[in-house]
């Protein structure tokens, strides 16, 4: 019988590789005094701040491929200093705030970036960076009826949801729709019907 290693891709050999690199690191780091382990794991909380704030407001042009993710960019971003304790001055924060409300779709959801197509994951990205920031402002500019029809419009007969319109339809797709809805307190039964269902059939569909 063929071995799996002999079937892996080029990819889950990278992967193993990875982590046969990390696991040996912990085994290092495993094998010192625990001072010594407390001094190895500082944090540099400025740099990484510094870091985030300018990638907030400038790119480079190797992010020109992540053009269709914005609002995975800014949700990256802002998570990352919210964890590290620290917030935006008032004028980024309006920046980011209007840049999302490009993003958003007239008929609902949001875009990667301003006049794209809504799709459920760029759509899950920029509702929890508008909660990350918080605040009236960034709240309020959340379409939540047009929102709520953007997701029913997803919605298949079938339980599941399509990413966008005529899209894949994934557990991706069901777990984006309705954590977003669940969040913004527009969950109702239309949009939850059958989804369960649908999730266990596909994941049975999966099954090797």
């Not at 953007?150 to 797709?173: C, I, Q, T, Y």
Request: glycine fraction near 8%.
């Amino acid at each position: 019988m063929e071995s799996t290693s002999s079937r892996a891709t080029a990819t889950q050999r990278e992967q193993w590789m990875v982590e046969g690199q990390v696991f040996r690191i912990y085994e290092l780091f495993g094998s010192i005094p625990r001072n010594a382990q407390t001094q190895l794991l500082e944090l540099q909380r400025d740099n990484h701040i510094e870091y985030l704030t300018k990638g907030l407001r400038q790119l480079g042009p190797s992010f020109t491929v992540l053009d269709a993710n914005r609002p995975w960019l800014c949700y990256w971003i802002l998570h990352s200093i919210a964890l590290l304790g620290d917030a935006l001055d008032d004028e980024l924060e309006d920046n980011v705030i209007d840049f999302l409300g490009c993003c958003q779709d007239v008929n609902g959801g949001y875009g990667g970036g301003p006049g794209q197509m809504p799709h459920l994951a760029t759509t899950y990205a920029a509702i929890n960076s508008l909660i990350t920031l918080g605040g009236d402002r960034s709240l309020s500019s959340i379409n939540r009826h047009n929102l709520h029809t953007f997701l029913l419009r997803m919605k298949d007969r079938n339980g599941g949801f399509r990413m966008h319109d005529a899209g894949e339809m994934d557990v991706r797709a069901c777990y984006t729709a309705i954590s977003v809805a669940s969040v913004l307190n527009i969950l109702d039964y239309e949009l939850v019907k059958d989804v369960g269902n649908y999730i266990l059939r596909f994941v049975s569909s999966c099954s090797v």
